[in-house]
């Protein structure tokens, strides 16, 4: 195996240092480093093919994150149980790593080239994403592929005291308002460039402004990317101290040869600028997309028609002609911006498109509903309530379990006119959505103020530029429409940037053509007085400070422009959640009280659900449980959580009080009775039957049966003593109660004059509370004069409850026991010692002889 060649730097305002290795894993990719903070640990392989891919017109770059669970000590929860499609988080960070490494390759490099991170080591501490995205450009970097510089990642966290964490923990970032991940690249000068930002709120952000932490404002934020910097240039310096060390150990990296591709020759664009420049001046004007589109490929066509002939001997002529005409309107486009002030579709540079909201557009069918349209983008958005049993389950590296809430975002070909196929989200959906997610989700009120989970969905009807900030605007008004308490409406507005002779020109709610053209991709969306999410991508070298503070502030007027309009749709969440959504609500209780609300095998919480129709759950976090009732009526749900309630806090009873209760257990020595919710007394054996003595508690009730009770007494212990308010319904009678059949037979006795509530219950004198059966029995017994005689036992009962049996015979009771042993004896001969025979024929065993 062979030497490790490593690096390791501290990270400036930490405890922490950050690791970059390579020379040991992967030896066959073009380059592979390992690199680790903490425990958390990335292998990262870049590779590249030998040849250019055929007829690409765009660099094919593939970044992949492969998540393996053995990272964090567990098995995938899978069916298979091994890692299937790449998670969200992987996906996310897949985007995060392409972005800024993308601009960094030449323009006429058209190899498939291949990042690969692998993830060894998670430590729950340190999130994986910025390790990776480091790892990457060091891998690159040592690769020898085409790739101009290297580049480096930080991500800060804006704490509640107001200042900025680098490489913050998942606890760290919990903790603050606000996190933000940043890349750079260094420049000649020395300065970083900034090329990718994304950020986003965090879950208990309002919360903690509303105690007083420092809001992020656009002041924040530029504060930020400045501060930023000093961590991209340490790590930056790192990677070029790796490929120093390496290249004295193995000499110097060649940069590998590569076929130059180009979309098309300097004499095709110089032809294509003399023949189209006027007729594509006049179609890059038209403001409507679709007829502008249309103008756009019927122009195209006709160049290529008329100045394919002049190529023919050219390879692929009309592909590049058709490259030319697209090159050739992007610098029309760009052009009329820098020196004219003006856009494709007639606006200003920081004018909003024309706007239009509508909450509840879907009437009662859905739980909540918002519609924004803004110029041609037309986003629909739907909110749906559930109980907290739907949350998504995450089985990732990521320390967060569950998910309550969830935006997902659909983006389907005809929103831009066109047919194609649809087989579930691809990355750039995933991103979207995620995007808009983070943005909305600082507003969203705590678990315990709403206790639902929500999902959203954002279905794009029409795309002409920034369906991600409508799908926040939709968001927000469908969230308000469902009664969602949230903070704030949120609102989001895609910024452009052009810059061309040295000008830079910001553009407000670009359209899908100024994104392609421009130099600059800067989404920022907020509430009136703070910022939930941000995403910048630049394909320029870097923005000077002041103009993205001036981005920004263009970008905060745009957002109040439109969060007017949203709120002339709907001001205010609704006052209380819609006819058709789940009326929900939860409260906590003792964990030591759960297992009272559920019950033996769910019988209590079953039973609360079968008589109210509420639908209840019962969850704990290892120190406190928490109920969680829903029903689509309200009255429902209170009378759930009353009964609850009852269970978990249940009233005293009153001594001396009489009770209607039920029968829950049954015992040798009494019953139990419930005679309040959560509450059971015991109303003991001998304070039933009148004055005879039962041999069971069963003689005179049966689990289930209902009886009224007097509380005799409470203990200090808080045990309850019961009596029966009525003697007759427990077995009882007049007569037990004065005595006057005290002078019965005992078998007589035990049943009762009535036989016992009128059941056929006879007991044997052993007192064993066998049922007798109806089935007649014959047994040989002993006489009365030491003679055997048969004795018969009939299927009817006398008067008393005995069974009548054949003149002149003496009738005795047979114990099942006894007849048992009879039978084995016959079976397996003698037993041992005889059985001591009562005087009663009872049966009962009185030791052995």
């Known amino acids: 195996m062979a030497e490790a060649i490593s690096v390791t730097g501290p990270i400036a305002g930490t405890d922490k240092t950050i690791t970059f290795e390579t020379g040991v894993l992967a030896g066959l990719a073009n380059g592979a480093v390992t690199s680790r903070i903490g425990d958390t640990q990335v292998l990262v392989t870049a590779t590249a093919s030998s040849r250019p891919r055929d007829g690409a017109s765009f660099f094919p770059l593939t970044v992949d994150i492969e998540e393996r669970m053995y990272a964090v000590g567990r098995i995938p929860g899978s069916f298979f149980r091994r890692e299937g499609r790449a998670s969200d988080d992987a996906i996310l960070t897949c985007r995060l790593i392409d972005r800024p490494l993308r601009p960094n390759f030449p323009s006429d490099y058209r190899h498939d080239t291949h990042i690969v991170g692998t993830i060894l080591g998670a430590d729950h501490v340190n999130p994986y994403d910025l390790v990776a995205l480091n790892g990457a450009s060091a891998a690159l970097w040592l690769s020898g592929i085409p790739f101009d510089c290297p580049i480096a990642g930080v991500r800060i966290a804006w704490s509640t005291d107001g200042e900025w964490i680098p490489f913050a923990t998942h606890e760290e970032s919990e903790a603050a308002t606000f996190e933000m991940v940043v890349a750079?690249?260094?420049?000649?000068?020395?300065?970083?460039?900034?090329?990718?930002?994304?950020?986003?709120?965090?879950?208990?952000?309002?919360?903690?402004?509303?105690?007083?932490?420092?809001?992020?404002?656009?002041?924040?934020?530029?504060?930020?990317?400045?501060?930023?910097?000093?961590?991209?240039?340490?790590?930056?310096?790192?990677?070029?101290?790796?490929?120093?060390?390496v290249e004295e150990q193995s000499g110097p990296i060649s940069v590998m040869e590569y076929t130059s591709s180009k979309d098309y020759s300097d004499e095709v664009l110089d032809r294509v600028r003399e023949v189209a420049t006027d007729r594509m001046r006049e179609v890059m004007a038209i403001a409507d997309k679709a007829d502008r589109e249309a103008a756009q490929s019927e122009t195209s066509g006709a160049v290529v028609d008329e100045v394919a002939a002049e190529f023919a001997d050219l390879d692929g002529a009309p592909d590049q002609i058709r490259e030319a005409v697209r090159s050739l309107s992007k610098e029309i486009v760009r052009e009329r911006i820098v020196a004219d002030g003006f856009r494709i579709d007639g606006r200003a540079t920081d004018e909003v498109r024309p706007l239009s909201s509508v909450a509840g557009y879907l009437g009662r069918t859905a739980h909540g509903s918002g519609l924004f349209q803004r110029g041609e983008t037309q986003v629909l958005n739907v909110t749906t309530l559930a109980m907290s049993r739907m949350e998504q389950i995450v089985d990732t590296l990521n320390p967060q379990d569950r998910r309550r809430f969830m935006h997902h975002y659909n983006f389907p070909p005809f929103s831009t006119g066109e047919a194609g196929f649809m087989r579930g989200p691809k990355r750039r959906e995933i991103g979207h959505g995620a995007l808009a997610e983070r943005a909305i989700f600082p507003v969203i009120p705590s678990k315990e103020d709403f206790p639902y989970a929500i999902r959203l969905v954002s279905d794009v009807l029409t795309s002409n530029g920034s369906t991600s900030m409508g799908s926040v605007c939709a968001s927000s008004l469908s969230l308000m429409d469902a009664g969602v308490p949230?903070?704030?409406?949120?609102?989001?507005?895609?910024?452009?940037?052009?810059?061309?002779?040295?000008?830079?020109?910001?553009?407000?709610?670009?359209?899908?053509?100024?994104?392609?053209?421009?130099?600059?991709?800067?989404?920022?969306?907020?509430?009136?007085?703070?910022?939930?999410?941000?995403?910048?991508?630049?394909?320029?070298?870097?923005?000077?400070?002041?103009?993205?503070?001036?981005?920004?502030?263009?970008?905060?007027?745009?957002?109040?422009?439109?969060?007017?309009?949203?709120?002339?749709?709907?001001?205010?969440?609704?006052?209380?959640?819609?006819?058709?959504?789940?009326?929900?609500?939860?409260?906590?209780?003792?964990?030591?009280?759960?297992?009272?609300?559920?019950?033996?095998?769910?019988?209590?919480?079953?039973?609360?659900?079968?008589?109210?129709?509420?639908?209840?759950?019962?969850?704990?976090d290892g120190t406190v449980g928490t109920v969680s009732i829903g029903a689509t009526d309200r009255e429902v749900v209170d009378e759930a959580e009353r009964q609850i309630r009852l269970i978990v806090n249940p009233p005293t009873p009153d001594v001396g009080a009489t009770y209607e209760g039920r029968v829950v257990n049954i015992t040798k020595f009494g019953a139990f009775v419930n005679v309040l919710p959560g509450t059971d007394g015991l109303l003991h054996i001998s304070k039933l039957g009148g004055r005879r003595r039962l041999n069971s508690v069963e003689e005179v009730l049966e689990l289930g049966d209902v009886v009224s009770v007097i509380v005799e007494e409470i203990d200090p212990n808080g045990k309850i003593s019961l009596s029966p308010a009525d003697p007759t319904q427990v077995g009882g009678s007049e007569g037990d109660a004065d005595g006057a059949d005290d002078d019965r037979p005992q078998?007589?006795?035990?049943?009762?004059?009535?036989?016992?509530?009128?059941?056929?219950?006879?007991?044997?004198?052993?007192?064993?509370?066998?049922?007798?059966?109806?089935?007649?029995?014959?047994?040989?017994?002993p006489a009365g004069d030491g003679a055997d005689a048969p004795a018969a036992a009939t299927d009817g009962d006398d008067e008393g409850g005995a069974a009548s049996a054949p003149s002149g015979t003496a009738r005795e009771d047979v114990s099942f026991g006894e007849h048992f042993e009879q039978i084995a004896k016959d079976v397996y001969g003698d037993l041992g010692p005889e059985l001591e025979q009562s005087g009663r024929g009872s049966g009962r065993r009185r030791g052995r002889r």
């Not at 965090?202 to 990317?225: I, N, R």
């Not at 061309?500 to 910001?506: M, N, P, Q, W």
């Not at 995403?535 to 905060?556: M, W």
């Open 486 to 620: 949230i903070v704030d409406h949120v609102a989001g507005v895609a910024m452009g940037l052009v810059y061309a002779d040295g000008k830079y020109v910001t553009l407000t709610d670009i359209l899908g053509a100024e994104d392609a053209f421009g130099d600059m991709d800067f989404k920022v969306a907020g509430t009136e007085d703070a910022i939930t999410a941000l995403q910048l991508d630049t394909k320029i070298d870097g923005i000077p400070a002041e103009v993205l503070a001036q981005a920004l502030q263009q970008a905060r007027q745009a957002r109040l422009q439109i969060l007017d309009v949203m709120r002339a749709a709907i001001a205010e969440p609704r006052p209380d959640v819609g006819e058709t959504a789940p009326k929900i609500t939860s409260f906590e209780i003792p964990i030591d009280k759960i297992a009272e609300v559920i019950g033996p095998r769910g019988k209590v919480i079953n039973s609360i659900q079968e008589e109210t129709g509420a639908d209840i759950n019962v969850d704990d």
């Open 747 to 781: 078998r007589d006795r035990g049943r009762g004059r009535d036989g016992g509530r009128g059941r056929d219950r006879d007991r044997d004198s052993s007192g064993n509370g066998t049922r007798r059966s109806r089935t007649p029995v014959a047994a040989a017994v």
């Open 184 to 245: 750079g690249r260094q420049l000649d000068s020395g300065d970083i460039a900034v090329m990718m930002v994304e950020a986003g709120g965090t879950e208990k952000a309002f919360e903690y402004y509303a105690e007083g932490a420092p809001k992020v404002t656009e002041d924040v934020l530029a504060s930020g990317l400045e501060a930023s910097k000093q961590w991209i240039d340490d790590i930056i310096e790192m990677q070029k101290s790796l490929r120093r060390l």
